[in-house]
């Protein structure tokens, strides 16, 4: 396939019709792998890997803690892709993606904030620190909550699309600085990467490999409730177009 | 077949309990909204075709 036709067969995906028909094909099969692999990760990590000599069992918080806080901050990046497309391309479904993307993205912060303060408290000995990843995550939560609020709060689907979509930009970069807020600011009690290029960082194999099918889980539910969630705001939209011919035609 | 999680049991099971509610809620919520508005745009649709 030649570069051009290849950019316009992904353009037409910007088709809501054309959108709904090919994520109705793929979803079956999205929820059926998402499932096989968070029970698979889950069932592996809990179950079948060995206590950490230092934390004990509850190394096996790793399992969720991990997964959900790097959808937490990845959620960011693809609302910010379908954010920018919105604002230069104005593709309607690309606005509704990043629509759909916020709740998700606000449940995995909630997660991972949930399980860091559980294993929190018998490892440092408190639910909460101001550290500076944690304090992060709390804010990139709160960032969460306005981009929902304003997609609510503005009546004109394009203004609050456009509006949300520079919120989104300001996410971005925020939850790019939280990813390296241990980096940064070297001073808190959270431990540094789990999973890094360099392989010095690494959680032992282990742990490593139910760990990488746990992400691949997360990744995968979360693309199959993005997909679906969009079919839902593109219903919506006809609906409330469909609602406005209506009042029209009274 | 349970694992021995010793004194951190607590810990552990609270964690995976409070995360799986938190993603079966946005699961069910997500399949819920969807499911709702699919039958009013068909019902809608109907509507409009049925009244010209």
Known sequence: ?250 | MMPDLGKYADTVLSAYAASILLLAALVALSLWRGRRLRRDMQDMEQRMRRDG
Not at chain 1, 135 to 149: N, V
């Open chain 1, 1 to 250: 396939m030649t570069q051009p036709a290849m950019n316009s067969s992904l353009w037409s995906y910007a088709n809501p019709r054309k959108f709904l028909a090919t994520t109705e094909r793929l979803m079956p099969f999205l929820w059926t792998v998402a499932l096989i692999c968070l029970v698979t990760g889950l069932v592996w990590g809990f179950f079948f890997t060995p206590d950490d000599y230092r934390q004990g069992s509850t190394v096996k918080i790793i399992y969720l803690h991990v997964p959900s806080a790097l959808m937490a901050i990845n959620a960011w990046m693809m609302m910010l892709v379908a954010s920018l497309i919105w604002l230069v391309r104005r593709h309607h479904v690309s606005a509704l993606a990043a629509r759909a993307a916020g709740p998700v993205g606000a449940v995995m912060t909630v997660i991972a904030l949930v399980t860091g303060a559980i294993w929190g408290q018998p490892m440092w000995g408190t639910w909460w620190a101001w550290d500076p990843r944690l304090t992060s995550f709390l804010i990139l939560f709160l960032f969460y909550l306005g981009y929902i609020a304003l997609w609510e709060a503005i009546e004109d689907p394009d203004t609050a699309a456009d509006l949300t979509g520079v919120l989104c930009l300001v996410g971005s970069v925020f939850a790019l600085l939280s990813r390296y807020a241990v980096n940064f600011w070297n001073q808190g009690l959270h431990q540094g990467a789990s999973l890094s290029m360099d392989a010095e960082e690494n959680v032992a194999d282990v742990f490593y490999l139910p760990l990488l099918v746990c992400i691949a889980g997360f990744v995968l539910l979360f693309i199959a409730l993005v997909f679906y969630r969009t079919g839902t705001e593109i219903r919506a939209r006809r609906i409330r177009a469909l609602q406005a011919r209506e009042r029209a035609g009274a």
